[in-house]
Each structure stands twice: as structure tokens, then as C-alpha cells.
């Protein structure tokens, strides 16, 4: 069992570069998220997804899209990187009431 | 605008000793979740407590929860230094969604 494979697990970009963050889940769950997670912080919920097709704003949203075409997969697109996109992305899915977290993607923006 | 607090931020105890942390939210919510991050890694769930009054233990971790006070609590009984990591509380606040607290680092010297 994979569980939830997020990719890269670091990266680089520079300010104005886009790149996408891939989430991966092969455990048939129905709802998918995206948080961040600044030094000595919380995770804050960016993008959510109730299924294939449907996804919604979470709680910091701005600087993000998101796509869900399956059920396995929910990339997270950044465009024009900002210095403030500085983080760590986790990925997360869920059914009923069990969350299983991604490994974490560490992005730094230059 | 819901929201979830931890106290203290910081917690700094002999091994030994006892302490609890708490979680604050400030709204309904029909879950509570805790769990243990340690540096540069994911989140590992501990517990997760689904109704008021319930109380789950695990070694010296034990969690509990008061709903009509919008309070978790996760007390620690003779601590040891490996408890050391950041501790977060999430409430599910009646949706899938997962919004977390600030958390509570926590560091066990001898």
C-alpha cells in the first residue's frame, strides 16, 4: 500500500516560475485536500475536493488551482511563484473519518 | 471564522513530569483529531475522538474531549524525552474538511 505519494519531495523555483505539485492516492477515497504549512505553523487547508470533477476554496486559496480529472489524482498548479509561496504542501485523503497524509513536497521560491 | 487553539505554544518539561495541552475551537464540531509531527516529517495520527466525553490512551498519551466546552485535552503522564515533536489538534467542524490548530511544540530534557 502506497498511500498517498506526493512528488516532488523538494524544489527550487524562482520568482514568476509555475509548477505543479503531484498527489497520488491509491486508496479509493473520495475526498482529497491540499494544505501548507509555514515554519512553526499550523497546516492551513488551500484546496479541497469531494470527488472527480468537484473541488473548492479552502482557506488560503489565492496563488493556487487545482484540478481533479480522477479519483487518484489531485495535482496542485502554482502559477507565478511567489516568495510567499515558500512552504511545505502536504497532500491528504480521506474516507469517512481516517486521514492519510502525503510525505510532503518542500518548496522554497527565490 | 472558525478557529482552533492550542495552549501553550511551547512546552518545555522534565521527563517525569506531567502536563496537558490544550485545544480550544470555536465552533461545533463532530470530530477531534491529534497529532504528532516530527521535525521534517509528516503527521502521525494519535487519536481520533468522535463523540463528548470520549477518552482514549496510548502509552502516556491520552486524549479526551468536552464537546459542550469546545475542549480537547491530550495529557501526558511521565514524559520521555522521545515524546518530543510539535502535537497538532484538527476539528472536522461538521465537514470533511480538516482545520487545524496553531499546535504545541514540545520538548522533554532529563
Known amino acids: 500500500n502506497a498511500g498517498v505519494t506526493q512528488t516532488p519531495k523538494f524544489r527550487i523555483l524562482k520568482i514568476g516560475q509555475s509548477m505543479t505539485l503531484q498527489c497520488a492516492q491509491d486508496?479509493?477515497?473520495?475526498?482529497m485536500y491540499w494544505y501548507r504549512q509555514d515554519p512553526g505553523m499550523g497546516l492551513k487547508l488551500i484546496y479541497y475536493?469531494?470527488?472527480?470533477?468537484?473541488?473548492d476554496k479552502g482557506e488560503v486559496p489565492n496563488g493556487y488551482n487545482v484540478s481533479r480529472s480522477t479519483t487518484e489524482d489531485f495535482p496542485l498548479r502554482l502559477e507565478l511563484a511567489a516568495p510567499s509561496q515558500t512552504s511545505v504542501y502536504f497532500c491528504?485523503?480521506?474516507?469517512?473519518?481516517?486521514?492519510?497524509f502525503g510525505s510532503g513536497t518542500r518548496l522554497t521560491v527565490v | 471564522e472558525l478557529k482552533v487553539e492550542q495552549n501553550p505554544l511551547f512546552l518545555s518539561m522534565q521527563e517525569g513530569k506531567n502536563y496537558t495541552i490544550y485545544c480550544n475551537y470555536s465552533t461545533t464540531s463532530d470530530r477531534l483529531y491529534w497529532y504528532r509531527q516530527d521535525p521534517g516529517k509528516s503527521l502521525e495520527s494519535l487519536f481520533v475522538l468522535l463523540s463528548n466525553g470520549a477518552v482514549k490512551q496510548e502509552g502516556r498519551l491520552m486524549a479526551s474531549l468536552d464537546t459542550k466546552a469546545r475542549l480537547s485535552t491530550l495529557h501526558i503522564t511521565a514524559a520521555v524525552h522521545d515524546l518530543s515533536a510539535t502535537y497538532f489538534c484538527?476539528?472536522?467542524?461538521?465537514?470533511?474538511?480538516?482545520?487545524f490548530g496553531t499546535g504545541t511544540r514540545l520538548q522533554v530534557f532529563p
Open positions: 484538527a476539528g472536522g467542524f461538521n465537514t470533511d474538511k480538516l482545520i
Open positions: 475536493s469531494v470527488g472527480a470533477g468537484i473541488t
Open positions: 486508496m479509493n477515497h473520495n475526498y
Open positions: 491528504a485523503s480521506s474516507q469517512r473519518f481516517g486521514y492519510t
